[in-house]
């Protein structure tokens, strides 16, 4: 691997730039990025997305990595920015997050196990917080805090279903009576959007002090800034807002910073990762979470206004398991060619790529090929994309790294050449539910929205304390383009239920949660930490 002063050289930084923070890995100051920001030209944005995932995952972060290895071995210079793996995912369903084969982030184990500590520092801001809060209660509650109106949760980085709905303070102490609460995943933290979105540390100080924490007797909003939370907060935060650079197995530069989930947040890597990257290379690579109507409108409509960028490019990752199981195969069967359902399957990536043109994103299609597709398969593919007049260009990158995706680099050249650039499909202005069904209308399939009782009541409250300026962020399901996690293929005509609405003020969004989706995952029947295991020897293995 590389040592930190050579991964800083292939930024084009001196190596004073980059402060090592472990082997191979380097932190880059928040001053050194605000200054490559203003004063370097930037480099081309490509946001890599996908179709409707299975429970497998469909490669798009292998698809990222080796696509910058690729436009590497073209003589560009390319730069791929990823999310932090998530401890819940890496113990859950999906194991680790720093792509597979030849086309990995590097050192996979050291980024997929708590890595730098950003996410420690995530949860450990947002529980300070917390803490604050029961702190002040306990000492007479001066604020006149409603106890039964505190709505921040407590957060961890486990997925632990058990923790969804708590009661806090059942000791006996009069000065702490109990009371009902929850927690969330770390990766749906307010905190760790916040870090996602924050330019330097004055914005996270303002960001965090504007987090809605509750409500006071007198029906006020009461925010951390009340508390004076928030400097203590960005303290701990401090080294977490750093962008960290590593590399991928092919030696280009990569940058893995924040965590947000696609399914319950925004879904990509920081603004300031982002903003190194295209400052310190021709073309910048984003991996965005789950699927068009997810990461990528989070993106396009979340992402790029607080940026002031725009997208030029997109490449659209599709398996043929994928199409099997939205053409009806199930998910033991998927793994098996079938022409017949891959055909059918094809209208999921249909609605895909007409949001890929809602969004005003060019996009290439890279179909992530695995040992067992046919070529009739493979051919219906490309054969569905010249009639829709998009490129379907095969990846290889799994086994053969970045010569896997030349191809791919080459069109995705073109077609970020264009001139074309994303748009939002929802005004900031628009109101919370003209929003979703927007959303819903334009992206999904869907024909409205209904809210449910508690939703109608989270809206009024929120409209009676004047937060529900900007964008939306919709949690949903990511296995439909619906709600309804069952319901595959290209559903249309169906209304979606939208459960409630919080608020994250600080990261400057409101989310509407529809349908069952969760923001504390559980564990699956057979997690994935029951084959991680150290050796003798200190190494880990069982991290896929």
Known sequence: MRTVPEIAAALGLPAEAVHPAGAAVGKVPVAVVRELAATHRRGRLVLVTGMTPTRHGEGKTVTAIGLVDALVARGRTAVVGLRQPSLGPVFGVKGGATGGGRATVEPSTHINLGFTGDIHAVAAAHNLLASLVDNHLYHGNALDIERSRVV????????????????????????????????????????????????????????????????????????????????????????????????????????????????????????????????????????????????????????????????????????????????????DASATANVAATQRGLANLEQHLANMDALGIPAVVALNRFPGDSAEEIEAVTEFGRAHGTAVVESRAFEQGGSGCLQLAEAVEGIAALGRHSRPIVAPDASPVDQVRTIVTRLYGGSGVSLLAEAERDLDELRRIGETAGPVCVAKTQLSLSDDPHRIGRPEGFVVEVHRFTRSAGAGFTVAHLGSIETMPGLPTQPASERIDVLPDGRIVGLI
């Open 152 to 331: 921040l949760p407590r957060t961890l980085d486990i997925e632990d279903r058990a923790l969804r709905h708590v009661v806090t303070g059942t000791g006996n102490d009069p000065r702490m009576p109990a009371r009902e609460g929850s927690f969330v995943i770390a990766a749906a933290s307010e905190v760790m959007a916040i870090l996602a979105l924050a330019k330097d540390y004055s914005d996270l100080k303002d960001r965090l002090g504007r987090i809605l924490v509750g409500f006071r007797g007198n029906g006020e909003p009461l925010h951390a800034s009340t508390l004076r939370a928030e400097g203590a907060m960005a303290a701990v935060l401090r080294d977490a807002l750093e962008p960290n650079v590593v590399q991928t197995a092919g030696g280009s530069p990569a940058i893995v910073h924040a965590g947000p989930f696609a399914n319950i947040a925004h879904g990509t890597c920081s603004r300031l990762a982002i903003e190194l990257a295209l400052a310190t290379a021709e073309y910048g690579v984003v991996e965005a979470g789950f699927s068009t109507e997810l990461g990528a409108e989070k993106f396009v409509d979340i992402v790029t206004p607080v940026l002031g960028i725009d997208v030029d490019a997109a490449v659209l990752v599709v398996t043929l398991r994928a199409l099997r199981v939205h053409g009806g195969a199930s998910d």
